[in-house]
């Protein structure tokens, strides 16, 4: 029977490298992302019968809530979950936006907890169920000019850490996975001065979450923390 594993933020970085890593382990993967061409791009490279794109925006009660509909037409139950869909902008608190704040909380914050709470239906059906939430280092440290994705992050990791607790007596295991800086499209909007070079690739993260997985059912990876081996960029 084949893994089937639901992938937010799919279309791209860490996201795209988990859809990527999950076929190749002969997984069926559920591909959720915001832009419907840039989705419908990034999954394009795949044979038939081996990813299912929908286009949904994690912000939004309403999208998160009719993906699910769809999702729930088409399959009995889901296993593995990966709530990666996030943005953030690196600017003083100072000069941060309510836009900015709250497009990066509803993402991050909300998003996870949407869509956690819609799949747990089907998760419960699964005998090897697993939930990873993508947090990130800013989810643990104030690095300056975070303001808004440290609240989401620390938001982020704060929830995990509650529903890894509530979910254990019905055998769900939820991991944090926090990564330092990984060179994705992620920068390509940040000013940041950091060297893509020295950074994480989005497949160690992949390979990291494999990782989780494949332990036997007592042994629960709670967190796992990666850094670039140059260390904080
Ligand atoms: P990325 O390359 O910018 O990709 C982000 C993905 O999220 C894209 O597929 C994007 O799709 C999707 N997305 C954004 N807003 C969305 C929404 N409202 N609904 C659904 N999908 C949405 O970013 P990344 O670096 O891979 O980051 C993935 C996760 O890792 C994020 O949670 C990020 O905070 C975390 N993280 C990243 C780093 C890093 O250094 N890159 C480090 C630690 C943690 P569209 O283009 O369609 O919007």
Known sequence: MKTVVLVTGASKGIGA????RWIRDGAFVIALSRIKKTLELSVKKYPKGKVFPIVCDVSSPASVEESCRIIKTKFKRVDVIINNAGTGYFE?????????????????????????????PLLKKSKKAHIFNICSTASKKGFINCGSYAAAKFGQLGFTEVLREELRPMRIKVTAIIPGAVNTPFWEKQASGFDLSKMLHAGNVADAIAYAYTQSNNNLVEEIVLKPACGDL
């Open 17 to 20: 490298a988990n859809v990527d």
């Open 92 to 120: 003083p608190i100072e000069k941060t936006s309510l836009e900015h704040w709250q497009t990066t909380i509803n993402t991050i914050l909300t998003g996870t907890f949407l869509m956690t709470k819609a799949m747990l």
